[in-house]
């Protein structure tokens, strides 16, 4: 392009001023107009550097306008929003782990629009403690003497290290120096807590003699964690809790265990293969447990600390224990997932993460049928929409073995028929992108969306995304 070309086009970019006033008639939200002018600026900008690249069409006033518009719409969009999973993952990590059941809202909002009890006695009239609120029913629902809840599970395995070993020696089977992902290790979260780890045993066998062998005057606890996202099979053998209960008891010491996800309820009850349940932990000799508030116990991020009453009272005293405190709408929302508890059978019912692991295969295959009706109808042409047998997981690096046998809908070229340009890739990044954004799993030239993970209250949702998704690929294939 000509210099002088150029020029001419970077003089004829709108005034900003101009682009404000029109882009705020334009704008159907209400945005401060800082905001809006910011958007502007940037679609100006945006304008200039393709002028001087000599690249891009138009720069007329209408169409950096409608750049603006785009840009403003970005901005105003919350970036922490919902999705549908359609991944069959339960205990999505990446997707927020686990959806609260809607029963939770209203105490939620009632404490979180407004003052609330949350450290102050209302008999005696004086400060409380915000523990106070699901001390006693983890107590009653685990069998432990003491409880007392942290900000994650991390939180508390750190903060229990920290209280009972700093400086002295944590006796933990090479069997289980686990990393959890998101950079929780455990060598180096014992570290940090300034405890010493005493490694026993090989990776796949650690005997109680390693332990006792270990043991010496700087020993100030023997530790369990939970393998949680692998599994070592073949020629193997752990230490049950109930011995190394025995010997710690033996020898003055106590026994820790980092439970990972925990759980409250027994799976093998629902066809799955057993997770150790946190009662199970305490009744075996454990003096102090520790488990995740959002992974199969299905509430919100937290980390549960059950055990002995003097173990615990010191962690509570912790200094770091201010650091980790959990927070009054994690405390609203654990509160009432512990109350459904009291019932097994309503928490299974009720709780989302529950219901999603043990709904049978028969009626997700139902589930997977109504769906794929729905598509059926509103897909183009050349598309094949079929049910078909899925893989579901428990995810959040529980049961990491367990395959739960579940339905989805995929959605593929018909081979007779193909849609021309139809690509699965481009269906999943086209989904990934809307409102609600949809997250499926590719397969070769398929899209499955797993039905486990979804609510049926999701179903016309998903079904309109993709089908709109389907006609703008065929669309573009057209032109
Ligand atoms: C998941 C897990 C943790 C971390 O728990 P968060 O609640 O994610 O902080 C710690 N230990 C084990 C064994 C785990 O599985």
Same mark, same amino acid.
């Given at each position: 392009?000509?210099?002088?070309?150029?020029?001419?086009?970077?003089?004829?970019?709108?005034?900003?001023?101009?682009?404000?006033?029109?882009?705020?008639?334009?704008?159907?939200?209400?945005?401060?107009?800082?905001?809006?002018?910011?958007?502007?600026?940037?679609?100006?900008?945006?304008?200039?550097?393709?002028?001087?690249?000599?690249?891009?069409?138009?720069?007329?006033?209408?169409?950096?306008?409608?750049?603006?518009?785009?840009?403003?719409?970005?901005?105003?969009?919350?970036?922490?929003?919902?999705?549908?999973?359609?991944?069959?993952?339960?205990?999505?990590?990446?997707?927020?782990?686990?959806?609260?059941?809607?029963?939770?809202?209203?105490?939620?909002?009632?404490?979180?629009?407004?003052?609330?009890?949350?450290?102050?006695?209302?008999?005696?009239?004086?400060?409380?403690?915000?523990?106070?609120?699901?001390?006693?029913?983890?107590?009653?629902?685990?069998?432990?003497?003491?409880?007392?809840?942290?900000?994650?599970?991390?939180?508390?395995?750190?903060?229990?290290?920290?209280?009972?070993?700093?400086?002295?020696?944590?006796?933990?089977?090479?069997?289980?120096?686990?990393? /959890?992902?998101?950079?929780?290790?455990?060598?180096?979260?014992?570290?940090?807590?300034?405890?010493?780890?005493?490694?026993?045993?090989?990776?796949?066998?650690?005997?109680?003699?390693?332990?006792?062998?270990?043991?010496?005057?700087?020993?100030?606890?023997?530790?369990?964690?939970?393998?949680?996202?692998?599994?070592?099979?073949?020629?193997?053998?752990?230490?049950?809790?109930?011995?190394?209960?025995?010997?710690?008891?033996?020898?003055?010491?106590?026994?820790?265990?980092?439970?990972?996800?925990?759980?409250?309820?027994?799976?093998?009850?629902?066809?799955?293969?057993?997770?150790?349940?946190?009662?199970?932990?305490?009744?075996?000799?454990?003096?102090?447990?520790?488990?995740?508030?959002?992974?199969?116990?299905?509430?919100?991020?937290?980390?549960?600390?059950?055990?002995?009453?003097?173990?615990?009272?010191?962690?509570?005293?912790?200094?770091?224990?201010?650091?980790?405190?959990?927070?009054?709408?994690?405390?609203?929302?654990?509160?009432?997932?512990?109350?459904?508890?009291?019932?097994?059978?309503?928490?299974?019912?009720?709780?989302?993460?529950?219901?999603?692991?043990?709904?049978?295969?028969?009626?997700?295959?139902?589930?997977?049928?109504?769906?794929?009706?729905?598509?059926?109808?509103?897909?183009?042409?050349?598309?094949?929409?079929?049910?078909?047998?899925?893989?579901?997981?428990?995810?959040?690096?529980?049961?990491?073995?367990?395959?739960?046998?579940?339905?989805?809908?995929?959605?593929?070229?018909?081979?007779?028929?193909?849609?021309?340009?139809?690509?699965?890739?481009?269906?999943?990044?086209?989904?990934?992108?809307?409102?609600?954004?949809?997250?499926?799993?590719?397969?070769?030239?398929?899209? /499955?969306?797993?039905?486990?993970?979804?609510?049926?209250?999701?179903?016309?949702?998903?079904?309109?995304?993709?089908?709109?998704?389907?006609?703008? /690929?065929?669309?573009?294939?057209?032109?």
């Amino acid at each position: 392009m000509e210099k002088q070309e150029k020029q001419q086009k970077l003089s004829a970019l709108p005034k900003v001023d101009l682009l404000v006033e029109h882009v705020e008639r334009l704008w159907s939200g209400s945005s401060p107009r800082n905001v809006i002018a910011d958007a502007c600026r940037m679609a100006v900008d945006h304008a200039r550097s393709q002028v001087l690249a000599g690249t891009g069409g138009a720069a007329d006033f209408e169409t950096v306008a409608q750049v603006a518009l785009h840009y403003l719409e970005r901005k105003e969009r919350p970036s922490l929003t919902p999705v549908i999973n359609a991944t069959g993952v339960i205990v999505h990590t990446n997707l927020g782990r686990s959806p609260l059941p809607e029963r939770v809202m209203p105490a939620l909002e009632a404490v979180a629009c407004g003052y609330s009890n949350l450290e102050y006695n209302l008999e005696a009239g004086r400060r409380g403690s915000r523990y106070s609120h699901v001390e006693a029913i983890l107590c009653e629902l685990t069998g432990a003497e003491a409880a007392l809840v942290v900000n994650n599970n991390a939180a508390a395995v750190l903060i229990c290290l920290e209280t009972l070993a700093r400086g002295r020696e944590v006796v933990v089977s090479r069997g289980e120096l686990v990393e /959890i992902g998101g950079s929780f290790r455990i060598p180096d979260v014992m570290a940090r807590s300034g405890a010493i780890l005493r490694e026993v045993g090989a990776t796949n066998r650690t005997h109680l003699r390693d332990y006792e062998k270990a043991i010496n005057e700087n020993t100030a606890l023997l530790m369990k964690v939970h393998q949680s996202n692998f599994s070592v099979v073949g020629f193997t053998s752990s230490v049950p809790m109930s011995e190394l209960s025995s010997l710690a008891a033996s020898r003055g010491l106590h026994v820790f265990e980092d439970l990972g996800s925990g759980t409250l309820v027994d799976f093998s009850r629902y066809g799955l293969s057993h997770e150790p349940t946190v009662q199970e932990s305490l009744a075996a000799g454990a003096d102090l447990v520790s488990f995740s508030g959002d992974k199969l116990l299905g509430g919100p991020q937290a980390g549960m600390i059950v055990g002995k009453r003097e173990m615990v009272d010191r962690i509570k005293t912790n200094p770091l224990n201010r650091a980790v405190r959990i927070d009054k709408l994690t405390l609203v929302a654990l509160e009432q997932i512990l109350r459904l508890y009291r019932d097994p059978k309503s928490a299974v019912g009720e709780i989302p993460v529950l219901s999603m692991m043990t709904s049978p295969f028969e009626a997700e295959k139902r589930r997977a049928r109504r769906l794929a009706a729905r598509l059926r109808k509103l897909s183009p042409p050349g598309i094949d929409v079929s049910v078909c047998g899925t893989v579901a997981r428990a995810g959040g690096g529980a049961l990491p073995l367990l395959e739960i046998e579940s339905a989805g809908v995929a959605v593929g070229p018909d081979a007779g028929n193909p849609a021309p340009g139809f690509s699965a890739a481009r269906l999943e990044e086209m989904l990934r992108g809307g409102d609600p954004p949809l997250i499926a799993r590719l397969e070769r030239d398929r899209l /499955i969306l797993d039905v486990r993970t979804m609510r049926d209250s999701e179903f016309a949702v998903a079904a309109g995304a993709v089908a709109s998704a389907l006609a703008k /690929i065929s669309g573009q294939e057209r032109t």
